[in-house]
């Protein structure tokens, strides 16, 4: 888990805003990241339908629907 510090500071006008030092900044985009990466990987389990094609037939595929 991380560790935040944050600091709540009030603009001119009024709205209440959230001041986090840079790495823990970093840190909780990082966390984030990490997760999304886990959501999609979950997702596209549930999507495999099992097949496959070797990585040679993808790129002629690709090469053919660029120059076509």
Known sequence: MIQVHPQFITDTVGKK?????????DAMIEELEDLED???YDEAKREDDGSRISLADYSNQRKARKNG
């Open 38 to 40: 886990v959501r999609l």
């Open 17 to 25: 805003l959230v001041v986090l030092p840079l790495d823990e900044f």
